[in-house]
C-alpha cells in the first residue's frame, strides 16, 4: 500500500500501477507498465475524478476509503469511457451506492452500452459548473481525443485540469507522481509512444483541444496515465502541439523486413551512408523483433522514414505491410519516404511499398532501390547515391 499522495492540500493521487499487463488495449506492449491515474477531491462535496481498471479495482476501492474515512463520496467525474478508467464504476457503485455519476450525453449513452448503468447521472455540457464547497468544477469537450465522449474537467480554485489520456503517458509512476520529482526523460518516450500510437490519428481534433485549453489558467495537468505536470505544464502542451502539427526533427528511421539478412544488409549500408552525410539520429529497426508501437514512436519523432522489404508471396513482406497499414490510419504527414528491398523472380516488394506511399500521397524523395536476392558492388552504388538524394530532400524540407 503506499503512502497518501497529494496533488494539492485537497486533491489526492488515488490511481494505481498496472505491472500485469502485457499488452495495452489488446496490443501495445507495456515494458514499464502503466498508470491509471484517478483523483478525489475533499471538499462539502467529495468527488472522484475518473476510476481505474477492473483488475486494479480492489486496491482502488482501499484507497479511497482510507482517505475518505467513513465520509460519503458524492460525485464520480467520467472524463473518458474506455474501461482502462470506467472499469472500476461497478466497484464504486457497490462501496457508494448514492454517489451521482457526472458525465456528458454521449458518456452516459457509453455507460449503458457498456455496463447497463442508468441510474444517478448528472448530465452536464459544455462550460457548465459543479460547486463542490470551496472548489468548482467546470466541464470542456474535447471529442475524439481518442473517443467521441472525450472532456476535460478544470478546477477553478486551484487551477487544476484533469485532462483524461491527453497529456498522458505509458510507464508506472514508480514513486513520484509529478513531473519534477521523477526524471521526466524517461517519461518523455513512453508519453511519444502513447500519443503516436493512440491518439496520433487524432491530431486536428488535438488542436481544437488545445485551441480550447489555451483559454484556462492551468496551474496543474492530471492526466489518467503517466506524470502529473506542474513544475511546467507547458512543456508537454508543447510537445502535443508539436506531434498533433505532425511536426518532425532531423533525423531518418530506417525499418526493414528481411528474411535472411539481404535486405538487412542494405539497410546498414543506407545508414552509413547517411550518417556519411551528416546525419546523427538514425534508428535502423527490424520491424520483425521490434514491436510497431516503438517503430511509429520514432516515426513521430524524426522526419525521415525509409523502408525496406524482401519480396514474400509476390508483395510486400507482412509484417512490413501492417505497419505501412497502421501508418496511413494514422494520417501520418510531414514525413519524407524512400523505398528498397530484394525479391528472388518476379518482385512485388517494393512495388507494394511504393503504393502505400502514392496512395496517402507522402513525399517520395528518390527513386527506389531493388535488387535480386543480394546487393552487390554496383547495387550498392546505387544506395549510395540513393542516401544522398535522401538527405538532400530531407533537408529541403526540415
Ligand atoms: C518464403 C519466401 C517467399 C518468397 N516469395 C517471393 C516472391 O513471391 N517473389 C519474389 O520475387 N521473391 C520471393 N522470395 C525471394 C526473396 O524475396 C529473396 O530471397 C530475398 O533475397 C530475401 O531477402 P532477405 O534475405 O532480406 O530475406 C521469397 C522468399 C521466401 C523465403
Ligand atoms: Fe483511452
Ligand atoms: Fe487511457
Not at 6 to 12: G, K, L, S
Not at 233 to 245: C, H, M, Q, T
Not at 303 to 313: A, D, E, L, R, W
Amino acid at each position: 500500500m503506499e503512502k497518501i499522495l497529494n496533488i494539492t492540500d485537497d486533491i489526492y493521487y488515488v490511481g494505481v500501477n498496472d505491472r500485469d499487463t502485457y499488452l495495452f488495449e489488446g496490443i501495445w506492449p507495456l515494458p514499464k507498465g502503466v498508470s491509471y491515474n484517478s483523483y478525489l477531491i475533499c471538499d462539502e462535496k467529495n468527488v472522484l475524478i475518473d476510476t481505474v481498471k477492473v483488475s486494479k479495482s480492489g486496491l482502488f476501492i482501499q484507497k479511497i476509503k482510507e482517505l475518505i474515512n467513513g465520509e460519503s463520496l458524492d460525485y464520480l467525474v467520467i472524463n473518458h469511457m474506455e474501461p482502462d478508467h470506467s472499469g472500476s464504476i461497478w466497484s464504486i457503485l457497490q462501496a457508494f451506492p448514492d454517489i451521482k455519476i457526472v458525465g456528458n450525453k454521449k458518456t452516459f449513452e457509453f455507460l449503458n452500452d457498456l455496463y447497463g448503468i442508468k441510474d444517478n447521472l448528472l448530465e452536464i455540457k459544455e462550460g457548465d459548473e459543479l460547486n463542490l464547497g470551496k472548489h468548482t468544477l467546470k466541464f470542456f469537450m474535447i471529442p475524439m481525443v481518442h473517443w467521441p465522449e472525450t472532456m476535460v474537467t478544470y478546477e477553478l480554485t486551484e487551477k487544476v485540469v484533469f485532462t483524461g489520456d491527453a497529456f498522458g503517458g505509458f510507464g508506472t509512476l514508480d514513486g513520484g507522481i509529478f513531473d519534477d520529482e521523477v526524471e521526466i526523460e524517461y517519461y518523455k518516450n513512453e508519453i511519444r509512444r502513447y500519443y503516436s500510437n493512440i491518439v496520433g490519428k487524432f491530431g486536428p481534433m488535438v488542436q481544437k483541444a488545445l485551441q480550447k485549453l489555451s483559454g484556462l489558467d492551468i496551474k496543474i495537468i492530471a492526466p489518467t496515465h503517466g506524470p502529473v505536470w506542474r513544475s511546467n505544464p507547458k512543456i508537454i502542451v508543447d510537445l502535443y502541439d508539436k506531434w498533433s502539427r505532425y511536426e518532425a526533427e532531423e533525423g531518418v528511421v530506417i525499418v526493414y523486413g528481411s528474411m535472411y539478412g539481404n535486405t538487412e544488409k542494405m539497410a546498414d549500408y543506407i545508414a552509413n551512408v547517411l550518417a556519411k552525410h551528416g546525419i546523427k539520429n538514425i534508428r535502423v529497426m527490424n520491424v520483425s523483433n521490434v514491436h510497431e508501437s516503438f517503430i511509429i514512436n520514432e516515426i513521430w519523432r524524426f522526419k525521415g522514414v525509409i523502408i525496406g522489404t524482401c519480396t514474400y508471396n509476390n508483395g510486400i513482406f507482412p509484417p512490413v505491410e501492417n505497419l505501412l497499414i497502421n501508418l496511413s490510419h494514422k494520417g501520418l504527414k510531414n514525413r519524407v519516404f524512400a523505398a528498397f528491398g530484394t525479391y528472388g523472380w518476379s518482385g512485388g516488394g517494393v512495388k507494394g511499398i511504393l503504393e502505400y506511399i502514392n496512395k496517402n500521397n507522402w513525399k517520395l524523395a528518390c527513386e527506389p532501390v531493388e535488387v535480386k536476392f543480394s546487393p552487390d558492388n554496383e547495387d550498392l552504388k546505387k544506395l549510395e547515391e540513393f542516401a544522398a538524394r535522401f538527405v538532400k530532400s530531407l533537408k529541403e524540407e526540415l
